[in-house]
């Protein structure tokens, strides 16, 4: 919901301490050397669990053409209470704007960073309303959204 209301020094209301720290997330990490693989990040602070807690934020590749999704220039960093960078990490080793053609029943895509998929995986079998089929080593995972399925190897 937006407002054109505006308050003048004095009359605004304060920020709680989540609030502030939500506000600051994106310039505490900014200075981080990740690059997004399509147009400007698209960034997302999560709220902690606790005024004390670590916080993520995500930096996300925007997709910037109907039908073609970003697994590729996604970024988490994980700030302290006190702005300092805990942790940080890539999704891919590379950009990779995948297509979902119309007639495809699912999205597959190979992952060696890790075991099993990730948050991204989930994140765009959402955006895409169409399963994500994660190959990581000799497994294969079915994400759909709401659960990730490790799917039985061929005999």
Not at 21 to 39: I, N, V, Y
Not at 41 to 47: Q, R
Not at 96 to 111: C, D, K, Q, R, V
Request: glycine letters at 6%; hydrophobic letters at 40%.
């Amino acid at each position: 919901m937006a407002s054109s209301q505006v308050f003048p020094p004095g009359e605004r209301t304060p920020l709680t301490p989540i609030q502030i720290r939500l506000a600051k997330a994106r310039q505490l990490s900014a200075g981080l050397d990740f690059r997004p693989c399509t147009g400007a990040f698209n960034v997302t602070a999560i709220p902690p669990t606790t005024a004390e807690a670590p916080m993520d934020v995500y930096y996300l590749s925007p997709q910037v053409k109907t039908g073609e999704y970003p697994f590729g220039g996604h970024f988490r960093v994980t700030l302290a209470r006190d702005g300092r960078v805990l942790a940080s990490r890539k999704f891919s080793n590379a950009c990779l704007n995948m297509p979902a053609p119309p007639t495809s029943a699912f999205l597959g895509i190979s992952h060696i960073l890790d075991p099993i998929p990730t948050e991204i995986h989930v994140f765009n079998a959402l955006a895409a309303r169409k399963p994500v089929l994660v190959i990581t080593g000799e497994r294969t995972w079915k994400v759909d959204g709401r659960s990730i399925t490790l799917l039985e190897p061929r005999k």
